[in-house]
Each structure stands twice: as C-alpha cells, then as structure tokens.
Nanobody
C-alpha cells in the first residue's frame, strides 16, 4: 500500500503561481510513476502531468508551458509548480502514484486550487 498526502492548494489571482506537493509513504519502492489529475465541479477527473521514475515527464496540452512537474526521490515527494494560473485551472488537484492500465493505482485526498480575482 502507498499513502499520499497533498498540500499547497489555495486561492490565487489569475496570473499567479502555486506549488503543490505530494508526499508518498508506505510501499514506495515499486512506484513507477507519480503525477497529478484535477477535477472541476461537475466534470470528470482529467490528467494534468505525470513523471516516471527515470524523470520522463508528460503534460496535458492545457498546462504545457505553464506547469512543471518534478520529484525529489530523497523526500519521496512530487511537486507541481503552477504558473500563469487561469480561472479554468480551478479544481481539486489529486496526486496519484503507481501508473497502471491507464491510470494511477493510489490516490491522495485532493487539494483545492481556486483561481479568482
């Protein structure tokens, strides 16, 4: 089992920045990838970014050039640096770990990000 705890969400004005963190614990040796999804009210959970254990990254088109995913293996932590935030980025952001069959096996509880003036 893997436990994930997210932090760093909050309220920010359009054009602002936030950094989300996700700390993994438990059976983390076998984790092949970690990443982020988000879910806006009334919508499905959508892919945001993923980083593999070797460092390869993937991003949704909607966040390319604005968001950066990174990981600190020594701290078992993955980060999502979000710049130039837009109101449409408002959602609950979920951290995931151990990518299999097109999704993550483990999920955090989510952290709210609200972009509003």
């Amino acid at each position: 089992q893997v436990q994930l705890v997210e932090s760093g969400g909050g309220l920010v004005q359009p054009g602002g920045s936030l950094r989300l963190s996700c700390v993994a614990s438990g059976s983390i040796v076998s984790i092949n990838a970690m990443g982020w999804y988000r879910q806006a009210p009334g919508k499905e959970r959508d892919f945001v970014a993923r980083i593999w254990s070797g460092g390869l990254t993937y991003y949704a088109d909607s966040v390319k050039g604005r968001f950066t995913i990174s990981r600190d293996n020594a701290k078992n932590t993955v980060y999502l640096q979000m710049n130039s935030l837009k109101p449409e980025d408002t959602a609950v952001y979920y951290c995931g770990a151990d990518y299999t069959a097109g999704s993550f096996k483990y999920w955090g509880q989510g952290t709210q990000v609200t972009v509003s003036s």
